[in-house]
């Protein structure tokens, strides 16, 4: 009876090792959910929004892992951004205050130092974030905002005025604009402008010619986007740190993500399951 309780004690604990595995397996190497947490990627994404995001996309590097370790380096290609995407990517801290943030919600970020202390202690990076932005510069690509319009290597991008949109967002304007911004490979996508063309923080910048292996990236909230502007804060993202691109939206509600209590009554049914890579990259295209 006792050897019968050992092996059962085993099958379970194999069991247990083996459904971790395949979950980690499935994290790293396949798809991983992500939730949209703030509105610098609207109106073409939205806060409440939940991603699976195609992990193999475009390379394979240490920070396509849980973890993410140290000892882990390099990165394998698989495939380069194109501009136009919408690419997942980590970006460290490079600055104290912006791990300080991010050190909000309950007990005043209480949980998220506590994490962080636990990497820094296994030798994982300790002060970093995922963000979501759209490739808008490749290597040696020259990027500036003049008076809120957006150059590419000189040349001003087209902007085509929609209609006004309206913002849920304390710090900003309540009605904002909304525009067809046309890149140079031919990809169409809303942008937003909450204030006045050059009257914004980053709408007037020097020109940044982007590095070799290295990518431009801006929110399509053109006023309320922390990206590759903030030269000493975002800046260039090194190839190795895109962690992949969404693959589609399996939910999306506009309660917050503590309200669980409130999802089913705030679903924006409207937006579920349609949200697949090519209709991200150019929310013009029509749904198929």
Same mark, same amino acid.
């Given at each position: !009876?006792?050897?019968?309780?050992?092996?059962?004690?085993? #099958?379970?604990?194999?069991?247990?090792?083996?459904?971790?595995?395949?979950?980690?397996?499935?994290?790293?190497? $396949?798809?991983?959910?992500?939730?949209?947490?703030?509105?610098?990627?609207?109106?073409? $994404?939205?806060?409440?929004?939940?991603?699976?995001?195609?992990?193999?996309?475009?390379?394979?590097?240490?920070?396509?892992?849980?973890?993410?370790?140290?000892?882990?380096?390099?990165?394998?290609?698989?495939?380069?951004?194109?501009?136009?995407?919408?690419?997942?990517?980590?970006? /460290?801290?490079? #600055?104290?205050?912006?791990?300080?943030?991010?050190?909000?919600?309950?007990?005043?970020?209480?949980?998220?130092?506590?994490?962080?202390?636990?990497?820094?202690?296994?030798?994982?990076?300790?002060?970093?974030?995922?963000?979501?932005?759209?490739?808008?510069?490749?290597?040696?690509?020259?990027?500036?905002?003049?008076?809120?319009?957006?150059?590419?290597?000189?040349?001003?991008?087209?902007?085509?005025?929609? /209609?006004?949109? @309206?913002?849920?967002?304390?710090?900003?304007?309540?009605?904002?604009?909304?525009?067809?911004?046309?890149? @140079?490979?031919?990809?169409?996508?809303?942008?937003?402008?909450?204030?006045?063309?050059?009257?914004?923080?980053?709408?007037?910048?020097?020109?940044?010619?982007?590095?070799?292996?290295?990518?431009? !990236?801006?929110?399509?909230?053109?006023?309320?986007?922390?990206?590759?502007?903030?030269?000493?804060?975002?800046?260039?993202?090194?190839?190795?740190?895109?962690?992949?691109?969404?693959?589609?939206?399996?939910?999306?509600?506009?309660?917050?993500? $503590?309200?669980?209590?409130?999802?089913?009554?705030?679903?924006?049914?409207?937006?579920?399951?349609?949200?697949?890579?090519?209709?991200?990259?150019?929310?013009?295209?029509?749904?198929?």
């Amino acid at each position: !009876m006792d050897n019968e309780k050992q092996r059962t004690k085993i #099958r379970s604990t194999i069991s247990i090792i083996a459904t971790i595995a395949i979950i980690l397996g499935f994290h790293t190497f $396949l798809y991983q959910p992500y939730t949209i947490p703030s509105g610098s990627m609207t109106p073409t $994404l939205l806060v409440g929004d939940f991603l699976f995001v195609n992990k193999y996309a475009y390379s394979y590097s240490r920070y396509s892992t849980f973890l993410q370790p140290k000892f882990i380096s390099g990165h394998v290609t698989m495939g380069s951004p194109k501009r136009g995407d919408i690419a997942v990517f980590f970006h /460290d801290f490079s #600055r104290e205050d912006e791990a300080q943030h991010y050190d909000h919600g309950m007990f005043g970020g209480f949980f998220s130092r506590q994490w962080r202390n636990i990497r820094g202690a296994i030798g994982c990076p300790m002060e970093g974030v995922h963000y979501v932005k759209r490739v808008i510069g490749l290597p040696g690509d020259k990027i500036q905002m003049k008076a809120g319009r957006l150059y590419i290597n000189g040349k001003q991008i087209p902007l085509e005025f929609v /209609d006004t949109y @309206p913002l849920n967002e304390s710090h900003m304007p309540p009605i904002a604009r909304r525009y067809v911004e046309t890149l @140079p490979n031919g990809v169409k996508h809303y942008v937003l402008k909450a204030y006045p063309f050059g009257e914004a923080h980053l709408d007037n910048t020097p020109e940044f010619t982007v590095p070799p292996g290295h990518y431009f !990236m801006m929110g399509d909230h053109r006023d309320n986007s922390l990206d590759s502007r903030e030269i000493k804060g975002v800046g260039f993202v090194p190839e190795h740190k895109f962690v992949g691109a969404p693959a589609f939206l399996f939910f999306s509600t506009e309660a917050s993500w $503590l309200q669980v209590h409130k999802w089913l009554f705030s679903v924006r049914w409207k937006r579920l399951f349609k949200a697949y890579t090519d209709k991200l990259r150019s929310p013009l295209t029509p749904n198929v």
